[in-house]
């Protein structure tokens, strides 16, 4: 009860969803339009303008304290209100913390996603939203072009003697 009325701010009206009972609520702004708001405050959150509309969705501005499990569900069950999610990524090194993509079936529902749900609160941060530079495996695998990567090897100058290893037994 106390995180609700911590998390709840003057303007912003509280949305439950019972997939979050469990978990902290989040707030849509109370004009969830994203046309109607200044263009100096859309111009900070639309961080990528001029990437391409594509089915992926790149979501910052993460709250980092929540396990990466919890933090999947409640991004999956959100961005599904809009269509079909096909994968939800995310990353926990250090350079992706607070960091995930959804890919949706349809561009056209992740545009819709990406305009309704920006800056939406979600476990007390705003949710930034762009769309992807790169199209994620799921959405190749969907269009049937994906091709798996091949590993980098390590070249046979840099990879460790078989008798370096103490702990490897030499039968």
Same mark, same amino acid.
């Given at each position: 009860?106390?995180?609700?009325?911590?998390?709840?701010?003057?303007?912003?009206?509280?949305?439950?969803?019972?997939?979050?009972?469990?978990?902290?609520?989040?707030?849509? *702004?109370?004009?969830?339009?994203?046309?109607?708001?200044?263009?100096?405050?859309?111009?900070?959150?639309?961080?990528?303008?001029?990437?391409? *509309?594509?089915?992926?969705?790149?979501?910052?501005?993460?709250?980092?304290?929540?396990?990466?499990?919890?933090?999947?569900?409640?991004?999956?069950?959100?961005?599904?209100?809009?269509?079909?999610?096909?994968?939800?990524?995310?990353?926990?090194?250090?350079?992706?913390?607070?960091?995930?993509?959804?890919?949706?079936?349809?561009?056209?529902?992740?545009?819709?996603?990406?305009?309704?749900?920006?800056?939406?609160?979600?476990?007390?941060?705003?949710?930034?939203?762009?769309?992807?530079?790169?199209?994620?495996?799921?959405?190749?695998?969907?269009?049937?072009?994906?091709?798996?990567?091949?590993?980098?090897?390590? *070249?046979?100058?840099?990879?460790?003697?078989?008798?370096?290893?103490?702990?490897?037994?030499?039968?």
């Amino acid at each position: 009860e106390r995180e609700r009325e911590r998390m709840e701010a003057p303007g912003v009206e509280a949305v439950s969803r019972p997939v979050f009972a469990a978990m902290a609520p989040f707030s849509v *702004p109370a004009s969830s339009s994203t046309a109607s708001s200044s263009s100096s405050s859309s111009s900070s959150i639309f961080a990528f303008a001029d990437v391409p *509309p594509c089915q992926t969705l790149y979501v910052h501005n993460l709250n980092e304290k929540i396990k990466k499990h919890d933090l999947s569900k409640a991004l999956y069950a959100l961005f599904s209100e809009f269509g079909p999610v096909l994968d939800v990524h995310i990353r926990r090194t250090m350079h992706l913390r607070g960091q995930a993509f959804v890919s949706f079936k349809d561009i056209n529902d992740a545009t819709r996603a990406m305009h309704q749900l920006q800056a939406t609160d979600l476990f007390g941060k705003p949710l930034h939203i762009s769309y992807s530079k790169e199209k994620s495996h799921a959405v190749l695998k969907l269009e049937g072009v994906f091709t798996k990567m091949k590993k980098r090897s390590v *070249p046979h100058s840099l990879r460790p003697e078989e008798t370096e290893n103490p702990l490897r037994s030499v039968v």
